[in-house]
């Protein structure tokens, strides 16, 4: 077994005996033991009582996070002619058709958040097979095959966050950033989980909402009561 550094342990030892705790808690505790020398992603990480392998059990949305995630998001987008200069007007980083796809194919892959009009999709859905695991498919479910480009490229750069169920049920994303003040990483925490309890779909029986957890990217995480977590 590694040993574990004096950093690794004494964060550990911060963390024993702390679960179920309030939102605030775990917030101040993740905050207070960060002692890397980078700007920590703070995470979530969320067990759902679903099963995403049924389609009506799929828990998926997009959330606009009331303080942004501290994260430089790059755009793609397939469009052409006026919704291509829109595109480009909005800020989206790449914006092609026939010669995105060819570079997508070839393994490059330089975007966070893929976005298309309609008429794209047909070129567009020739990539599932490399956009899909890397859950960058566009999909008008969460407003990423839409004709107002610019809207959707401007919610993309100022902090929306999609969500999916993977496999197991468990939904994870990154609400902010270490630096983020106390408040700011509660109020985008309980953005995230309120629009989560939101989606749940029809299939789901018995708890939706099992176990949540926080955590930044180097540290330990700590369970959050799920009572407190949920406020709607």
Same mark, same amino acid.
């Given at each position: $077994? ?7 342990? *004494? ?80 800020? *989206? ?53 839409? $004709? ?85």
């Amino acid at each position: $077994m590694a040993k574990l550094g004096k950093r690794t342990r *004494a964060a550990r030892e911060a963390f024993a005996g702390k679960e179920d705790v309030t939102v605030e808690e775990a917030v101040a505790l993740i905050k207070g033991n960060s002692k890397v020398k980078f700007d920590e992603t703070v995470e979530i990480a969320m067990n759902l009582g679903v099963d995403p392998r049924h389609a009506d059990q799929m828990v998926r949305g997009v959330v606009g996070l009331p303080n942004g995630t501290g994260k430089t998001v790059r755009v793609a987008v397939f469009a052409r002619g006026p919704k291509a200069e829109e595109a480009e007007k909005a800020g *989206a980083d790449i914006v092609g058709a026939e010669d995105l796809m060819e570079t997508v194919q070839s393994g490059k892959i330089e975007f966070d958040r893929c976005i298309a009009t309609p008429d794209m999709m047909p070129i567009v859905g020739r990539l599932g097979k490399v956009l899909g695991p890397r859950n960058l498919m566009p999909n008008p479910k969460v407003g990423t095959v839409t $004709m107002d480009v610019e809207a959707a490229v401007k919610a993309a750069k100022g902090g929306e966050v999609q969500f999916k169920a993977e496999k197991g049920g468990v939904v994870h994303a990154g609400v902010g950033k270490m630096s983020f003040d106390e408040g700011k990483l509660v109020e985008n925490i309980r953005a995230f989980v309120s629009a989560v309890s939101r989606a749940k779909p029809s299939g789901s029986k018995g708890t939706y909402m099992k176990k949540i957890a926080l955590s930044s990217t180097m540290g330990p995480g700590v369970t959050v009561s799920v009572d407190n977590a949920v406020t709607e």
